[in-house]
């Protein structure tokens, strides 16, 4: 075998190849290896550089220079930003001429660090300069730290010494086993390669080539290994790309605001609730602690606790200013760590204006009510009182305090219905009682009850129904109820000799009945607020007429219950024009 010109043949190719392989492959790595270590020396460099920046701002530049250098075992240069030299560890630094045009220096004025590779001119040695300042303090120093260059050559040299060692003995021992191996397995091998190389590029389920199958052995189930993995890894894949778009998708979707925090409070993501709620970019937002955009006392104190509390906590700020004022609730979960081994909190952005405006306005109805209430419970206890003090053997006395005892009684009796039909309007917004029916029967119907009292009070009633059946889907007891008010006030408040015309009109797909009087009319300024609870124009006078405050609220209602509108037009003094627009049926 020996003898085999073949063999020899073989032989000579693989060493030939072996050798051009190793020689190609030392050439390459060194090229490599030297950028790699001169790249390492660099940021050694700028790590001991920022370190000694660090103890010279902190111990505010009273440090030994001397003793800085030794730590960071390189020479070290305090340098003025003009360039002035204020102290070398391996020279005299007012010997020494402006370092400003220096590459180093100039790089870190602009950038905070700059790095430079040449012959010193004070050493006259090769050396790695590394410079760093604070950019944004015009009055920080710059400190430089160099290095000879020999440290790393020397490096360089002893690895390179160590591959030619290892390159002959690779030679050597490759010489042997070359022509064995190569014939034997470098097709199957490169086949599988080809496979692997098809994952890396997202092929996971791309079949793997069955050639190399010749080879026998155990190449082919390695083969069908790879190929089950391939697809395995396809499906867990388009599972987990599956996963990612619903997750994204509901981020995006979702009401309330999502933000990711870091320990520090830099926002690594934020969805688009956060960034409509904040009234910020997902740019201004990401990568920044959050605190730089949000300058609120509650947030620093949020940030400050996340790394420290093991439940969710919350706070709740205003933004904004006036009208446009909002209140945001933000909740934090205690800190979780990623698959990444990163540490993250989640913080959700809730809008709480609706929730503080609702409290508000629960808070005024119920001291309105407390107030309402009040004024007829303490006539009626005083006036009992006065009974039970006497007056009541009093014939003449009796009589007109019994008739006052009753209309408070009355009073709070239709103030406490009132209330009652509120709650019900502003409850359950769905209403089964509902029926189509014509408004013109409908408001007939109510403004026949008042034709007795309008002739007493002297007033002129007018009725204007539509030209033809105007029919509507209504709950009959409720919109009589608010015609009933809009009548009653518009009789209530048109003095003797006056006019109250009440008319139903079509226009296109809507119904409109109105109400005008020719009465005392509601200043300008008072006419936006008619609609609220328990506002009064002139309470005196309302409560003397049997006002409640609630009437005009309850038409409203009642109005917008319907899928409908309430308008008001009044001039002081005129009179008023009240309009009920509801749709058609």
Do not use: C
């Not at 085999?4 to 492959?25: D, H, M």
């Not at 499906?235 to 509901?250: D, P, Y």
């Not at 993501?269 to 949000?294: I, Y």
């Not at 006539?379 to 008739?403: C, H, Q």
Request: glycine share 6%.
């Amino acid at each position: 075998m020996w003898r085999s010109r073949l063999l020899w043949r073989l032989l000579a190719v693989n060493i030939f190849a072996v050798l051009a392989f190793v020689a190609v492959s030392q050439a390459y790595i060194e090229l490599n290896l030297r950028q790699a270590l001169r790249a390492e020396a660099m940021a050694d460099l700028e790590s001991r550089a920022r370190l000694a920046f660090m103890a010279l701002r902190q111990a505010g530049g009273q440090v030994d220079l001397n003793e800085v250098g030794r730590r960071a075992d390189a020479r070290v240069t305090l340098i003025r930003r003009d360039g002035v030299v204020l102290a070398d560890t391996d020279a005299d630094g007012r010997a020494m001429e402006s370092h400003l045009q220096r590459l180093e220096i100039q790089q870190a004025l602009v950038n905070g660090v700059g790095m430079d590779t040449r012959i010193g001119q004070t050493l006259r040695r090769e050396m790695d300069y590394v410079a760093v300042t604070d950019p944004k303090d015009a009055d920080a120093p710059l400190l430089r730290v160099a290095r000879p260059t020999e440290v790393t050559n020397a490096r360089l040299n002893a690895m390179r010494q160590g591959l030619l060692a290892i390159a002959g003995a690779l030679l050597i021992v490759g010489s042997g086993l070359a022509l064995f191996a190569t014939h034997l397995i470098r097709s199957p091998i490169e086949r599988l390669r080809a496979a692997a190389e098809g994952m890396t590029e997202g092929r996971l389920d791309a079949p793997v080539a069955t050639a190399a199958r010749a080879a026998g052995g155990d190449f082919s189930e390695l083969e069908a290994a790879l190929h089950s993995v391939g697809v395995q890894m396809r499906q867990r894949v388009n599972e987990l790309e599956g996963q990612s778009r619903e997750l994204a998708s509901i981020m995006e979707n979702v009401s309330d605001g999502l933000l990711l925090v870091d320990p520090q409070g830099e926002v690594a993501l934020v969805n688009r609730a956060a960034t409509r709620l904040l009234g910020l970019s997902a740019a201004q937002l990401e990568g920044k602690p959050l605190w730089q955009n949000l300058r609120h006392p509650e947030i620093h104190d949020l940030l400050d606790t996340l790394r420290e509390v093991d439940r969710p906590s919350s706070v709740k700020m205003d933004l904004g200013a006036g009208a446009s004022t909002r209140t945001l609730e933000i909740v934090a979960t205690p800190m979780f760590e990623t698959a990444e081994g990163e540490k993250r909190s989640v913080l959700l952005v809730r809008d709480r204006t609706e929730d503080r405006r609702l409290e508000q306005m629960r808070r005024d109805f119920v001291a309105d009510v407390s107030h309402e209430l009040k004024t007829p419970l303490t006539s009626i206890k005083a006036y009992v009182e006065t009974l039970l003090d006497g007056a009541m053997d009093d014939v003449e006395a009796r009589g007109p305090f019994l008739e006052k005892i009753r209309n408070n009684a009355e009073r709070l009796t239709k103030l406490v219905s009132d209330i009652l039909d509120i709650s019900r309007l502003e409850g359950s917004p769905t209403d089964d009682a509902r029926q189509r029916m014509d408004l013109n029967l409908l408001v007939e119907r109510v403004l026949a009850q008042f034709k007795e009292r309008a002739e007493r009070r002297r007033v002129t009633l007018e009725w204007v129904p539509a030209a033809a059946p105007a029919f509507a889907v209504v709950n009959d007891e409720d919109l009589s109820e608010a015609v009933e008010n809009l009548i009653d006030n518009a009789v209530k408040y048109t003095p003797e000799g006056g006019k109250v015309s009440v008319s139903v009109s079509t226009h296109d797909d809507r119904h409109e009945i109105a109400v005008s009087d020719t009465g005392i009319g509601i200043p300008r300024e008072s006419l936006p607020r008619v609609f609220e609870r328990f506002f009064r124009v002139d309470k005196a006078r309302s409560r003397a007429l049997g006002g409640t405050g609630l009437g005009l609220s309850i038409v409203k209602h009642v109005a917008l219950r319907h899928g409908g509108r309430i308008d008001a037009d009044s001039e002081l003094g005129k009179g008023s024009v009240f309009r009920i627009s509801l749709p058609a049926a």
